[in-house]
T-cell receptor, first 112, second 110 residues
């Protein structure tokens, strides 16, 4: 009964570096979500996939953020040319179609 | 999605009942009310969801008055392990994206 897993759990990047964050959803879950959580704040929606299709990317803060889910399972959130304001916890969640979302533990990104 | 307002923080002692109220004055007819719990260094976890009146599960109860402009999450006999942030969300049932506010930070003392 594995839940949603994310890797790495912690990532330190120097400003300007590219990072890639991985999400392994619960097997069989067609929907996958990425959220960004700043310190002391609630999670904020970034993007949503249904299988391999990215149906909503309205929350991505800039064109430096890119997400993919090429085979409808594992997803990667990529941030290019990281900035200090990108420091946050990045949460991944998965669900069956239109049902309760199950969250992973998150990846804490620190940009120095 | 309807905006929600909830207290920033609450304190309680072990064994007490805790009630966290959420205001959502602009709730729409097809909106449901959902509560999530988040422990430090973990992702949020679904607790309970309701539309009107009262919903109860093994973790909590959710009370929703007739006008649905507010709701109350009730945690019976809290323990230290209930220390967490609790988020109230309002939106169409099983919406594709969740809109979180800042939540209520509950601290339970021994």
């Amino acid at each position: 009964g594995a839940g949603v897993s994310q890797s790495p759990r912690y990532k330190v990047a120097k400003r300007g570096q590219d990072v890639a964050l991985r999400c392994d959803p619960i097997s069989g879950h067609v929907s996958l979500f990425w959220y960004q959580q700043a310190l002391g704040q609630g999670p904020e929606f970034l993007t949503y996939f249904q299988n391999e299709a990215q149906l909503d990317k309205s929350g991505l803060p800039s064109d430096r953020f890119f997400a993919e889910r090429p085979e409808g399972s594992v997803s990667t959130l990529k941030i290019q040319r990281t900035q200090q304001e990108d420091s946050a916890v990045y949460l991944c969640a998965s669900s069956l179609a239109r049902s309760e979302q199950y969250f992973g533990p998150g990846t804490r990104l620190t940009v120095t | 999605l309807a905006k929600t307002t909830q207290p920033i923080s609450m304190d309680s002692y072990e064994g007490q009942e805790v009630n966290i109220t959420c205001s959502h004055n602009n709730i729409a007819t097809n909106d449901y009310i959902t509560w999530y719990q988040q422990f430090p260094s973990q992702g949020p976890r679904f607790i309970i969801q309701g539309y009107k009146t009262k919903v109860t599960n093994e973790v909590a109860s959710l009370f929703i008055p007739a006008d649905r402009k507010s709701s109350t999450l009730s945690l019976p006999r809290v323990s230290l392990s209930d220390t967490a942030v609790y988020y109230c969300l309002v939106g169409a049932v099983n919406t594709d994206k969740l809109i979180f506010g800042t939540g209520t930070r509950l601290q339970v003392f021994p």
